[in-house]
Structures are given as C-alpha cells and as structure tokens.
Nanobody, 113 residues
Framework: VQLVESGGGLVQPGGSLRLSCVAS????????MSWYRQAPGKERELVAG????????NYADSVKGRFTISRDNAKNTVYLQMNSLKPEDTAVYYC???????WGQGTQVTVSS
C-alpha cells in the first residue's frame, strides 16, 4: 500500500490550494479515504473523509464551508480543495486509508503573508 501526496506549498491568507493523493497497492475504489493534518506541537487531526463511491463526505468543523474532499476512482486519487485558507491551516497534510492503516509521507501547507 502506497499513498503519495502532492500539492502543498506556501500561500497567502485567503488563498487556495488543491492537494492530491495517489494511491496504489490496493483496490482504491472499495475504501473510505481521509485527509488528516498535523500542526507543529499539536496532535494529528481529521480534516475530511469520503466514502468509497464519493457519495458521502464529512469535515472537521474548522474547515466546513472552505475545504472540499473528492475522489476520482479511475485515477486512484483523492483530492482536498482548500479555499479561504487561514494561518491556522498551516500543517503537514496526510492522506490515510482506514482499511490498511496506512499513511502517506505528507505535504506541507503554509499559510502566511
């Protein structure tokens, strides 16, 4: 099982980023996928999750209305569209599959002017 995140970077407050996570080594379309984040000195927290077919999503209260999780099962990819970014969104963002308890390497998102 391998998860590879990309799309992080430095963005100004109010800006947008789109994270991608490409999965391999398992039947991606069968499984729930999630995005987590971990800020310096803080515990890792769930940001968003999406069911196998994409019909249901859930979000942390802190990102509702600003972030959107989606997936393309034909590309074995899950996305996180992040809009109206705030400095408190600064963290390393990780892709996660519950079925295999497997994490990606993470991608750094820094929101700063």
């Amino acid at each position: 099982v391998q998860l590879v995140e990309s799309g992080g970077g430095l963005v100004q407050p109010g800006g947008s980023l789109r994270l991608s996570c490409v999965a391999s080594g398992f039947t991606f379309s069968y499984h729930v996928m999630s995005w987590y984040r971990q800020a310096p000195g803080k515990e890792r927290e769930l940001v968003a999750g999406i069911t196998s077919a994409g019909g249901s999503t859930n979000y942390a209260d802190s990102v509702k209305g600003r972030f959107t999780i989606s997936r393309d099962n034909a590309k074995n990819t899950v996305y996180l569209q992040m809009n109206s970014l705030k400095p408190e969104d600064t963290a390393v963002y990780y892709c996660y599959t519950w079925a295999y308890n497997s994490w990606g390497q993470g991608t750094q998102v820094t929101v700063s002017s």
